[in-house]
């Protein structure tokens, strides 16, 4: 027979062992539903590979009830904008929810940014993770070869087009493509006069910070990696390496600068992350030393959890 002691720890140790089990079931369980918002050449699912590997399941699994947006792979930023604001129009309407948590990789950065702009309404939160607020370096290359260069714009516009026409295929997107409309977005001009026409969360000057509630009444925050050789097995930290020498010793992720990626609240811009482990690509090859991609997106939400919007 058990003493009273013996049963006195019992209950102590269920109950301790009982408190982190709750606290990890609802660490993710956001006020409102979370919107993510995928990139250049992105998508939600194609041919069975998720372009957010692992990250939505790790959020349902912590009570988020989290949407996988599918825009234009390769287009204008603000045409991708009203795309996704159609998609947040129906989860709003089948959720019952007010708000949405806008969550955007790459362009999917500015693409969330417009919403929250035109449509603030709408939108609790923006959160960029490596995303192109300040302009990208590479962009800049490759349109200046497109202004200069006699049918190179012919033959980017047809390689591009057909590469997302074919991403859109497998995603079952049905959307439309243009990849130099995409590319002039993603320029640092035309990135500053979008700025410009869409100023909340951006910092007043490039690797500055902003508040984190701007005059919409949206929170703004961002994050992003600085590192291209992450991981050996990786296929593609060779080409991020390559590419990344356009940013001449500027800390970037391969695609993007550290401080282009700046926005609202800077929660940090060094991760030993490549613009691909910013979503936990390939495959969820990354940084064995730093920090997992997904427990990012789980501190995130956590950090949603406990702001009052």
Known sequence: MKTLAQALLGALMLAVLSVPAQALADYTATRYPIVL?????????????????????????GGAQVYVAQVSAAEDTAVRGEQLARQVETILASTGADRVNLIGHSHGGPTTRYVAS??????????????????????????????????????????????????????????????????????????????????????????????????????????SGAKTLTNGLDPS?????????????????GLVSSCSSHLGMVIRDDYRMNHLDEVNQVLGLHDL?????????????????????
Request: hydrophobic residues 40%.
């Open 237 to 253: 930290d060779p080409f991020l390496a390559a590419t990344s020498i356009v940013f001449l010793g500027e800390p970037n992720d």
């Open 118 to 223: 035109v449509y603030p309404g709408y939108v609790a939160s923006v959160t960029s993770v490596g995303g192109v607020n300040w302009g990208a370096r590479l962009a800049d290359v490759l349109q200046g070869v497109v202004d200069n260069v006699p049918f190179s714009g012919n033959l980017i516009g047809y390689l591009g087009n057909a590469l997302a026409g074919v991403i859109d295929l497998f995603s079952g997107g049905g959307n439309e493509q243009d990849i130099l409309a995409a590319l002039k977005a993603l320029t640092t001009a035309e990135t500053v006069a979008f700025n410009q026409q869409y100023p909340e969360g951006v910092p007043a000057e490039y690797c500055g910070d902003a508040p984190r509630v701007a005059s919409n009444g949206v929170s703004y925050f961002s994050w």
């Open 37 to 61: 918002v995928h990139g250049l050449f992105g998508f939600d699912t194609a041919a069975g590979v998720d372009y957010w590997y692992r990250i939505p399941e790790e959020l349902r699994q």
């Open 289 to 309: 030393w730093s920090t997992d991609p997904v427990t990012l997106y789980r501190q995130q939400a956590n950090r949603l959890k406990n702001y009052s919007f």
